[in-house]
T-cell receptor
Framework: RKEVEQDPGPFNVPEGATVAFNCTYS??????FFWYRQDCRKEPKLLMS???SGNEDGRFTAQLNRASQYISLLIRDSKLSDSATYLC???????????FGKGTRLSVIA | DAGVTQSPTHLIKTRGQQVTLRCSPK?????VSWYQQALGQGPQFIFQ???????QRGNFPDRFSGHQFPNYSSELNVNALLLGDSALYLC?????????????FGQGTRLTVV
């Protein structure tokens, strides 16, 4: 079983749609959780951290369920500029390596 | 404030050759991690350097080695290149603490082995 598993993509959605990405992780000792965004042929960039209480940043909402070892990302009112690959990332402790999922590609269509 | 910089941006090598990739961390960061990202995959951890020593290593063969210099910059060396080493190599820098802190990535070096 992979350490971090994500929904297989790609997701093709119209502008204005709401889209949800899911992710599961296998190591129950994991402490920190993130969503990174990666544009085509670019480096990953932190989109948002994920907290147990859930957190929101504008149109983006991230949630964590430690009991189920499940992380989600919800994007509301999708924009063309949201088209990218979204990587689910898990970290055990601050100095341990980031563990990435395979990524889910999102294409927002006009 | 310069972010993480990597060089070169692109590289083409022949099987069996050796390659050195370079990374300068973000100002104030002391830890450098290297990742390999094959096409269509997420980044895979190669190793991490702190205080000029390799602190952690992922599941990569000894052909992959590295170094960190006193100014925190780092090199990744790959010997006896294989076609399968073709990938985007990413350097991430962070500040070493006991808690999770944001890792900043460089733009990567795209290595093609022919």
């Amino acid at each position: 079983r992979k350490e971090v598993e994500q929904d297989p993509g790609p997701f093709n959605v119209p502008e204005g749609a709401t889209v949800a990405f899911n992710c599961t992780y296998s190591n129950s000792a994991s402490q920190s959780f993130f969503w990174y965004r990666q544009d085509c042929r670019k480096e990953p960039k932190l989109l948002m951290s994920v907290y147990s209480s859930g957190n929101e940043d504008g149109r983006f909402t991230a949630q964590l369920n430690r009991a189920s070892q499940y992380i989600s990302l919800l994007i509301r009112d999708s924009k063309l500029s949201d088209s990218a690959t979204y990587l689910c990332v898990v970290n055990i402790l601050g100095n341990t390596p980031l563990v990435f999922g395979k990524g889910t590609r999102l294409s927002v269509i006009a | 404030d310069a972010g993480v910089t990597q060089s070169p941006t692109h590289l083409i090598k022949t099987r069996g050759q050796q390659v050195t990739l370079r990374c300068s961390p973000k100002s104030g960061h002391d830890t450098v991690s290297w990742y390999q990202q094959a096409l269509g995959q997420g980044p895979q951890f190669i190793f991490q350097y702190y205080e000029e020593e390799e602190r952690q290593r992922g599941n990569f063969p000894d052909r992959f080695s590295g170094h960190q210099f006193p100014n925190y910059s780092s090199e990744l060396n790959v010997n006896a290149l294989l076609l399968g080493d073709s990938a985007l190599y990413l350097c991430a820098s962070s500040k070493r603490t006991g808690w999770s802190t944001e890792a900043f990535f460089g733009q990567g070096t795209r290595l093609t082995v022919v």
